[in-house]
């Protein structure tokens, strides 16, 4: 095998891995901000719940996430969301409540970053 060959080949395994370490960083940014959006939509709502039962909806609610069965899982994430709480004692409008209150959350977030990105990136690149 040619050097350059072997040059490229060796560039490629290295930008996988860059490529992988790149996106295992921003998927754990990801989760923690989602992760930190629960903990704030539960304690606006001023429910007395632990951490652990906040990361387990959480949890629960990302691994619902990965397999969609309807766009975005609507409806499915909220049903989930309100018997993991009606199963340790709130009411099941409350899970529902908070579910919603998450997806309005990430609705406005991402209007607020579009908007950013536009009036203040874009004029950068003009």
């Known amino acids: 095998m040619s050097k350059a060959r072997e ?13 992988i370490l790149i996106f295992l960083k921003s998927g754990t940014i990801i989760h923690i901000s989602e992760f930190c959006l629960y903990y ?16 387990t909806i959480f949890f629960v609610n990302s691994l619902i996430d990965f397999f969609p069965i309807t766009p975005k899982n609507i409806g499915i994430s909220e049903l989930i969301s309100g018997l993991l709480l009606s199963l340790i004692g709130f009411n099941f ?23 950013f990105n536009n009036i203040f990136l874009s004029e950068k690149n003009e």
């Open 93 to 115: 409008t409350t899970g529902v409540l908070i579910r919603i209150f998450i997806r309005l959350s990430s609705i406005f977030a991402t209007i607020i970053l579009f908007l």
């Open 7 to 19: 040059l490229i080949i060796f560039t490629n395994k290295n930008l996988v891995k860059k490529n």
């Open 40 to 55: 704030l939509v539960i304690s606006f709502l001023q429910l007395d719940l632990s951490f652990k039962v906040i990361f």
